[in-house]
């Protein structure tokens, strides 16, 4: 199963629950993953961008389209400090909020609560 059947199977609480029961995995699990692979449908994001993001509490395309750029810069400092030892500025130019942001904002919901 790759992220696009995750995305596909995973959009909805039922079809959630329905991998849940069929993989063996927690519900919260399979939810983490089927929001990981929505915030993928974004350009040129990928692992590298999305577990730091999610790290610093922007674990849905939802949150990433209504943040706040200087908040989630302070979130993201938080999250390098503490697990790479490294200021944010080291990775301004690899993730780059902005274009995040706004294309969380322009990217259709399909994600069902």
């Given at each position: 199963m790759n992220s696009f059947d995750i995305l596909e199977h995973g959009r909805t609480s039922v079809g959630r629950?329905?991998?849940?029961?069929?993989?063996?995995?927690?519900?919260?699990?399979?939810?983490?993953?089927a929001h990981r692979a929505d915030i993928a449908r974004l350009p040129y994001v990928r692992r590298k961008t999305i577990l730091p993001v999610c790290g610093a509490g922007y674990d849905t395309l939802?949150?990433?389209?209504?943040?706040?750029?200087?908040?989630?810069?302070?979130?993201?400092?938080?999250?390098?400090?503490?697990?790479?030892?490294?200021?944010?500025?080291?990775?301004?130019?690899?993730?780059?909020?902005k274009g995040l942001v706004a294309g969380a904002q322009a990217l259709p919901v399909i994600m069902e609560e």
């Open positions: 629950s329905a991998l849940a029961k069929l993989t063996g995995l927690s519900l919260d699990f399979v939810t983490s993953l939802a949150k990433i389209a209504a943040a706040d750029l200087s908040q989630m810069e302070s979130a993201l400092d938080v999250y390098f400090q503490r697990t790479q030892g490294k200021p944010w500025k080291n990775y301004k130019a690899v993730i780059v909020l």
